[in-house]
């Protein structure tokens, strides 16, 4: 159980809510590394458990009976077992046994057929909002049955234990949208985000460790960082790190958000870093301060001839953040950088990227979600 001992925005005025966290470890015996992330069990929003009860009209206090918890009251699982800020399939199946009307059970059973529609139905509501909708009954045990249980959040730990012992930091983005006239939370993000109170709230957490995202041993080889958002994290921790030990290695940064105003996450820290010589390089996207849109990609390609002799030169190169879209886009400019300045054609151009430098040289790593 860890302590959150500071909170502060480092987007104000953006429109986004990132957050930045400092959590304290101390007495717990827990060690971390640069590159590992933090696992953290969200509980449920207290308010959203107790209009779940009276949607079902139950009270608080029946009892509901779960494998992992034995006999306990509707609320007390409710609020840190199961998910209940989305709606899961299984819970929209038995909805649709319970409705009585032929009409309306035929168009549910047309939404449960086909994949698509039961996605983009389950993307924007909640049990409440189908409850709703279908007035059926459900008893305690009947809605707990249909529930998955919570897992566990990572975040990728933003600070390295030697610039700051006994603590982990994190920068969060919190998921915050509106739907059917109801602010809406991720479950996680919008736990850390509503309840935690400074010096008095715990959590629960643990150390996910990481085997391949670590900084290089040898501390004279130079490194590129690709961080846009929240990406940023690890690498906050990694020049931490390298500070610490002394590491003689170059340091690169990518960094991107919407605006340089508001977003520039860590600003100050990179100016210090920058001034003192543990930062050789800072390269910025802001995608929103013009026209159209600039991203960590189109830097990495404007600086491809650098980037080129940097990698040549055994230089490690890591990527953190957006999964679906950015961590592609970023490994296609790569492989247009070694076709373009290393002068190879397409094909040996991903070969050496996806073969050489990532699974043979394991200089090209990734921590992506
Ligand atoms: C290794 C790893 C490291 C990570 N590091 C970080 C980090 O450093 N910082 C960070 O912020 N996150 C990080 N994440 C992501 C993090 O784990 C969570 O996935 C994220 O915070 C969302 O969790 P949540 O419980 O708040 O949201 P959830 O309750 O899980 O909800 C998220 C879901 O909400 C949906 N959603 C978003 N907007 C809308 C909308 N308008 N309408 C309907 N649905 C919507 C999305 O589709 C998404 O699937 C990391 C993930 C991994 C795997
Ligand atoms: N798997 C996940 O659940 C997951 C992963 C990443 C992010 N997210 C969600 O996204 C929200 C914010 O995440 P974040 O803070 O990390 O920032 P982000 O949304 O990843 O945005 C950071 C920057 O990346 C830009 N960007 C958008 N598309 C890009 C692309 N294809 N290539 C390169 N850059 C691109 C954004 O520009 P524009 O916005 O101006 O286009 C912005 O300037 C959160 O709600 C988070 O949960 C979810």
């Not at 007035?135 to 234990?161: A, H, W």
């Not at 886009?329 to 996806?354: F, P, R, T």
Request: proline residues 3%; glycine residues 6%.
């Amino acid at each position: 159980m860890a302590t959150v001992t500071n909170c502060y925005s480092i987007s104000e005025g953006s429109g986004k809510e990132t957050n930045h966290y400092e959590i304290s470890l101390r007495g717990s015996g827990i060690r971390y590394k640069p590159g590992d992330s933090l696992g953290f069990y969200p509980i449920n929003n207290i308010e959203l458990v107790k209009q779940t009860i009276r949607k079902i009209k139950a009270k608080r206090s029946d009892l509901v009976n779960t494998k992992e918890t034995g006999e306990v009251t509707i609320e007390h699982a409710l609020l840190n077992r199961f998910v209940i800020h989305r709606a899961s399939k299984k819970f929209l199946t038995i909805v649709c046994e319970k409705i009585d009307k032929k009409k309306v059970k035929k168009e549910l059973e047309e939404i449960l057929e086909d994949k698509d529609k039961t996605e983009k139905y389950l993307f924007t509501r909640d049990c409440i909002d189908i409850l709703s909708e279908y007035k059926v009954n459900f008893t305690p045990q009947e809605l707990i049955d249909t529930l998955p249980p919570i897992s566990p959040r990572l975040y990728s730990i933003s600070s390295s234990p030697k610039a700051h012992p006994g603590e982990v930091h994190l920068t969060v983005a919190i998921v915050k949208y509106n739907n059917f006239e109801r602010e809406r939370f991720g479950l996680a993000t919008g736990d850390l985000a509503n309840r935690v109170e400074i010096n008095k709230t715990k959590i629960p957490v643990y150390i996910s460790q990481t085997r391949d995202f670590i900084i290089p041993e040898d501390g004279t080889k130079n490194i590129i960082m690709v961080g846009p958002g929240t990406g940023i994290a690890p690498f906050r921790a990694f020049i931490e790190h390298r500070k610490e030990t002394h590491a003689s290695g170059k340091n690169w940064l990518f960094f991107g958000e919407v605006h340089e105003e508001s977003t520039f996450f860590y600003k100050d820290e990179w100016t210090e870093y920058m001034k003192e010589g543990n930062l050789q390089k800072l390269t910025t996207a802001f995608s929103r301060d013009q026209e159209n849109k600039i991203y960590v990609q189109h830097r990495l390609l404007s600086n491809g001839k650098e980037i080129w002799k940097w990698l040549k030169n055994g230089a490690y190169f890591y990527v953190c953040g957006d999964k679906q879209y950015m961590a592609k886009d970023v490994h296609k400019a790569l492989i247009e950088i070694a076709h373009k300045h290393g002068k190879m054609n397409q094909e040996d151009a991903e070969i050496y990227i996806n073969q050489t430098l990532m699974k043979e040289e394991h200089r090209y790593l990734r921590d992506v979600y």
